[in-house]
């Protein structure tokens, strides 16, 4: 059985840094297609970053240069750190993952809660 289980939330100030931390059980995390998504009250979720397993990456325009995702394959986890949080970026951070032969993310953690506000 797949879990993924996000960590690392929290409330900071705008100009802050958090690490988001997920970590997996039921796959491994070097060998499928992890990615990270947001949801903001009232508004869609969005793709955030995404990780191949060949450790290609890939982020949206919003987070670029301020975002940064990796993986550590010994203990399987997926990170996100974060540096320069902005207010928009409050939202619930999720984990998720899915296999090479789907565009489908079928693997999905519970949230973590991410606020930026002064």
């Known amino acids: 059985r797949v879990q993924l289980v996000e960590s690392g939330g929290g409330s900071v100030q705008p100009g802050g840094s958090l690490r988001l931390s997920c970590a997996a059980s039921g796959l491994t995390v070097g060998s499928i297609y992890m990615g990270w998504f947001r949801q903001a009250p009232g508004k869609e979720r969005d793709r955030v970053a995404v990780?191949?397993?060949?450790?290609?990456?890939s982020y949206a325009n919003s987070v670029t240069g301020r975002f940064t995702i990796s993986r550590d394959n010994a203990k399987n986890t997926l990170y996100l750190q974060i540096h320069s949080l902005k207010p928009e970026d409050t939202a619930m951070y999720y984990c998720?993952?899915?296999?090479?032969?789907?565009?489908?993310?079928?693997?999905w953690g519970q949230g973590t809660q991410v606020t930026v506000s002064s």
């Open positions: 990780i191949g397993s060949d450790g290609s990456t």
């Open positions: 998720a993952a899915r296999p090479w032969y789907t565009t489908v993310f079928p693997y």
